[in-house]
């Protein structure tokens, strides 16, 4: 795409805040982006954390580490503390840093919004944290905080709740800023079908948020009258149905899985036909297949409830339509190889993790399919069989996807280049240990061992083990990764404004760093 | 959005959001989707389409279990 702009160098007349204030008070889209990217770095470390706990305690059969009691909390915190905390507010400072460069806009929408919805974010974090520190511990009944359980735990199930309110306020708000500024500040000639796939991503990202965080605030909030207040939505003794909310929470929890991926998805489709330097294969079906997706991952939530109680014809129907979501994602798959398909490849790190994106989503995805079939589901429901699959598409995929990102643009934002050396060693140690820690839970599953145990049985020991080993290794390697990052912000190579040969999208028109204030005149774009 | 000389018919509205639904779509029938919907059209073509969908999931459902 060509684009033509007058100027867009940093105006030398900028009165902002210094010091601690100019993050307090800032109103630029490229501050809050960087904060929202270390707010999620430092919450992927503090989660990383206790799956390593949790990794050390499964390293061998018995309890060693941890009592069971703190083994729940850290496996609910775990998982609350990664989607919440660390994979969706990455992306979201992707958007921030991201779309207003990309669609030639100067910021957000709306700037000030975008300040408080960064800021509340850190408070929620500390709240759903402090959780461990308050009489009987943090939540201990999964991050699906399912009734009864959520019901009968300490004021720490409180606090996971106001926290969850918070963060969806933010998520709310970060959606309609990301919606507004993509509908109304694109360039001039930069029609929808034009924009960019990682902002189409993006974009249908954002409505999904809309339309969903509220469903997981009502939830929740029935969650705290049922506890504080002597409502009984989820009580049976008080007519209520605990099944409810299986079905609240997963209209909500499905299309957010499809809200951690399609992101991802987005920066992809940027990344492999940068380092293909073709353009992507069928845009407008990569459009249309992701539309199609949003819309499919609302009507699929039962399939997470298989084993809940539901007539059969009901499993059927969440079966086939669970299914049927791998054409669209098939037709993803099938454009991300065909971009590569005679291609002028090069194997930056980008790239390497794009690739390997591709590679082991496609295995989480298939994986998914064996649990959308009934039949075997009810054998591997809450087994560690579905630990894997998750994973796969969940670290594989979208946090495969974040530093596929990250790598591609840290030139734009910190104006080096990064130690391509230490990337590759990155991405490999990555992979390596990724497929080390779960695949191998795979087999556990299969074979029969439950999720959420601190101990298991004997012929369980020697996967456990190897997971163990992969999990330690996979946690160092993310040291590696800070490592670079913080090599690349104090120095290196300079990185011209088009870092990348085949970069097409208008964020590479701009001088690298970016300045602090860009596109104040738009780009016409034709 | 962008000027809309000539109107999309009802049919060309359901064959865009049935390509939509499988995800794949036509260089040409992109153009003149682009060229004659609005995102009225598309979002409403879309919701319907869900129904749609949702009722012959139902029905092949039903037709399995009897």
Known sequence: MAAVHDHDVAHAHDHHPSGMMRWMMTTNHKDIGTMYLWFSFIMFLTGGVMALTIRAELFQPGLQIVNPEFFNQLTTMHGLIMIFGAIMPAFVGFANWQIPMMIGAPDMAFARMNNWSFWLLPPAALLLLSSFFVPGGAPAGGWTIYPPLSVQMGMGMDMAIFAIHIMGASSIMGSINIITTILNMRAPGMTLMKMPMFVWTWLITAYLLVLVMPVLAGAVTMLLTDRNFGTNFFNAAGGGDPVMFQHIFWFFGHPEVYIMILPAFGIVSEVIPTFARKPLFGYSSMVYATASIAILSCIVWAHHMFTAGMPVTGQLFFMYATMLIAVPTGVKVFNWTATMWRGSMTFETPMLFAIGFIFLFTLGGFSGVVCAIVPIDIQVQDTYYVIAHFHYVLVSGALFGIFSGAYYWLPKWTGHMYDETLGKWHFWLTMIFFNLTFFVQHFLGLAGMPRRIPDYALQFADFNMISSIGAFGFGLSQLLFLYIVLKCIRGGAKAPAKTWEGGKTLEWTLPSPAPYHTFETPPVVR | ?66
Do not use: C, H, Y
């Open chain 2, 1 to 66: 959005m962008e000027s809309n000389p000539r109107k999309a018919t009802f049919w060309q509205i359901a064959k865009a959001v049935s390509w939509a639904f499988f995800g794949v779509r036509k260089k040409s029938d992109l153009d003149m989707d682009a060229s004659m919907l609005t995102p009225k059209q598309v979002i409403i073509g879309g919701v319907v389409g869900a129904l749609i969908f949702v009722m012959s999931l139902i029905l092949l459902v039903k037709l399995v279990t009897n």
